[in-house]
């Protein structure tokens, strides 16, 4: 092979490397986002589960940002945190 030959494929397998590498650093806040949104939607839906659930005994968590990113991020525990807060303050 010639110099330039090996000059080139150098220089395109160090450009696939940069390419892997900005794919990296792009796509790891996207899926971050993007599973913050699934688990804020699950949050959500046992947000409105619960307030189903509890209509008949007049207990409902009220449902905004907060709730629901409480509900997301901390998954079970931020449920139980909801609830308890709930019980303790009795708003």
């Known amino acids: 092979m010639s110099q330039q030959m090996v000059d080139f494929l150098i220089a395109g397998l160090f450009a696939l490397f940069l390419l892997m590498l900005l794919g990296r650093v792009v ?3 996207v899926r971050w986002a993007l599973k ?9 839906g046992v947000l409105m589960v619960i307030n189903y659930i509890g209509s008949p ?3 409902t968590l ?4 907060f709730t629901v990113l409480t ?5 079970l525990p931020g449920i139980v945190l909801l609830i308890a807060i709930k ?5």
Not at 62 to 65: A, F, G, V
Not at 71 to 75: E, Q, R, S
Not at 87 to 91: D, M
């Open 62 to 65: 009220p449902i905004n940002i």
């Open 87 to 91: 019980l303790i303050f009795n708003f």
């Open 27 to 29: 796509l790891r806040p």
């Open 57 to 59: 005994w007049d207990f």
């Open 71 to 75: 509900a997301g991020i901390l998954g």
């Open 36 to 44: 913050l949104l699934v688990n804020s939607l699950v949050g959500l």
